[in-house]
Nanobody, 114 residues
């Protein structure tokens, strides 16, 4: 069973940056397509970025040009660098495979506010 542990969230002012990390279990991590998702209470979880096993990336329109997803397969870790943060980026952020498994980690809260 694959498990995910997200970290790196926090409170940041608009225009600021945060870097999220996700440690994943599973010896086949290197072949997974991985994604970062976010969820606001009362709304559906949305995919914000994904990365294939060879490093091809895709981004939601709302974050393209501001967020960067990357991975280190030797460390079973996927990252999300978030720059130029906006209040509307406030959410709980999760990583999972793409398409996602039914099991999710605890997520990490990102709050963008002055």
């Amino acid at each position: 069973q694959v498990q995910f542990v997200e970290s790196g969230g926090g409170l940041v002012e608009p225009g600021g940056s945060l870097s999220l990390s996700c440690a994943a279990s599973g010896r086949l991590f290197r072949i997974y397509v991985m994604g970062w998702y976010r969820q606001v209470p009362g709304k559906q979880r949305e995919l914000v970025a994904s990365i294939t096993s060879v490093g091809s990336t895709n981004y939601a329109t709302s974050v393209r040009g501001r967020f960067t997803i990357s991975r280190d397969s030797a460390k079973n870790t996927v990252y999300l660098q978030m720059n130029s943060l906006k209040p509307e980026d406030t959410a709980s952020y999760y990583c999972n495979m793409y398409p996602p498994l039914d099991s999710w980690g605890q997520g990490t809260q990102v709050t963008v506010s002055s």
